[in-house]
């Protein structure tokens, strides 16, 4: 048996499983991110990227907020989110365009393309993906909409550091406010 997308089909499973492993566990170095301070802090910028691991860095984050200084900790936390990103950006450009490619053939993909005029998903993809990156939400939808359009790594670099950084500070901010 021969599987189309065998890449996406990994992704999704390690998610299905890292999500079950949440689900079913607390997370054993949860002690230890707290009392990292501000490397912890990076840690868990790199885990509020990631879907799988966003809820639980949400959480975290709000727990330290009263013992961080909530701006440094957001410039450092988005310090972590970026890497996690960069990580993620590199990986679709590189390691999944030939996926990518076949599945804008795809009949839905066609359709959802004629659907949308050109002229509006040029701006429509770029602030869509702004939006999930800044919030809690997992960043992978955003990045991966920005990695398939002509995005600079530098560009990329600049949204991501500044969307991530705002989200973890308004994160911060309402941790430290309850």
Do not use: W
């Amino acid at each position: 048996m021969r599987i189309k997308y065998p890449k996406f089909l990994l992704l999704l499973l390690t998610f299905a499983v890292a999500y079950l492993l949440l689900s079913f566990r607390q997370l054993p170095f949860q002690d230890v991110l707290l009392s990292l301070g501000y490397l912890g802090v990076f840690i868990l910028g790199i885990f509020y990227a990631y879907g799988f691991t966003a809820v639980p860095a949400t959480a975290l984050l709000l727990l330290i907020a009263k013992n961080q200084n909530i701006l440094l900790a957001g410039l450092i936390g988005g310090l972590g989110s970026l890497f996690a990103d960069l990580t993620l950006f590199t990986l679709i450009r590189t390691s999944f365009r030939d996926e990518i490619k076949k599945l804008s053939q795809e009949r839905c993909a066609k359709r959802l393309d004629k659907m949308v005029p050109r002229p509006l998903r040029r701006y429509l993809v770029p602030v869509l993906a702004a939006l999930i990156i800044a919030s809690p939400l997992p960043d992978e939808m955003g990045v991966c909409m920005l990695a398939t359009t002509k995005v600079s790594p530098r560009l990329f670099s600049m949204l991501s550091y500044c969307l991530n950084t705002l989200g973890i500070i308004a994160v911060l901010a309402i941790g430290s406010a309850i």
